[in-house]
């Protein structure tokens, strides 16, 4: 094609309104039969695509206004995809990765915090030494009496006068028992640090996704797992499994049917905003807004 992109989307813009004035219809009205707001109709005829969202809802919307004005929806979509694909990047212009740093850089950082760890050990050996010099002066409990020497005991035991001296009492008490501290007293459990929570568990429920149409898919699990994140295709379809409630998302709801356990369920229409929809899976299979899901299902 000789045409560049702009010139490719003006031609969507100008089909479109071609199509609405050709049936006679109002911005407000085609709004109202699309069920989406008149900034929606306005924005894809002035091919400000970018105020839409994701490529997903701007396809979504082209085929619903071609369908509702009689036009063919493949080409307005063959049109939109061609006026935006994404530009390749330039391979020649790659930048070079860094050169990796030189070991003998590294030694200077590794020889100052060695050096302040030295530091730190020598500053703390000081204090604990100055805190403990007083008490280590004085005798305690544990200490260990000298053996008598039996060579003296004829000359300690008379006076100079030739009397006998009179024998001291002992007067060094046994350390009592409370004294020596143990490490026995301290529970193993209490360094245990607390086990995570465990997962939750359950029968597993079975979800089969089909796709009419493109559209974007969010699923999680009850334990927060996500089971799917991607872009569905049209005409195909996904099964997924997890333990429920499930959490879903669909960024074209339209375009999507599910099946749950092998049962058709369909998305109610409390739970859709424009073509989006947000809703639970509970455990029996229902589907229900994500702020009102019951406890226990």
Not at 28 to 41: N, T
Not at 106 to 130: C, D, E, H, R, T
Not at 241 to 246: H, M, R
């Amino acid at each position: 094609m000789s045409e560049t992109g702009s010139d490719t989307r003006s031609g969507i813009g100008a089909r479109l309104r071609a199509g609405r004035e050709r049936m006679g219809l109002t911005l407000l009205q085609v709004a109202e039969r699309l069920h989406v707001d008149a900034k929606v109709v306005e924005s894809l005829e002035s091919e400000r695509f970018e105020v839409l969202g994701a490529p997903v809802f701007v396809r979504g919307h082209l085929r619903h206004y071609a369908e509702l004005i009689g036009e063919p929806a493949a080409q307005l979509l063959e049109l939109y995809t061609g006026a935006t694909k994404p530009v390749q990047p330039d391979l020649t212009r790659v930048p070079k990765a860094a050169p990796a740093s030189k070991p003998s850089q590294l030694a200077v950082p590794a020889l100052l915090v060695l050096i302040g760890f030295v530091l730190i050990g020598v500053v703390w050996w000081v204090l604990q030494s100055v805190r403990s010099g007083g008490a280590s002066s004085a005798p305690t409990a544990r200490e260990v009496p000298a053996e008598p020497d039996f060579s003296t005991t004829v000359d300690q035991s008379v006076g100079v006068a030739g009397a006998p001296l009179e024998r001291q009492p002992d007067t060094q008490a046994p350390a009592p028992a409370a004294a020596t501290p143990t490490m026995a007293a301290t529970p193993a459990a209490a360094a245990t640090p607390a086990a995570d929570a465990p997962p939750v568990r359950g029968k597993p429920m079975e979800v089969t996704m089909r796709f009419a149409a493109d559209s974007w898919v969010e699923v999680y699990d009850a334990n927060g797992e996500r089971l799917f994140y991607d872009i569905g295709s049209a005409d195909s379809q996904r099964t997924l499994s997890g333990t429920p409630p499930l959490r879903v998302t669909l960024g074209n709801a339209p375009g999507v049917t599910l099946d749950v356990n092998g049962k058709p369920v369909a998305v109610p229409a409390n739970v859709v905003r424009d073509d989006t929809a947000q809703f639970v899976i509970n455990r029996s299979g229902r589907i229900v807004r994500a702020r009102q899901q019951p406890e226990g299902n």
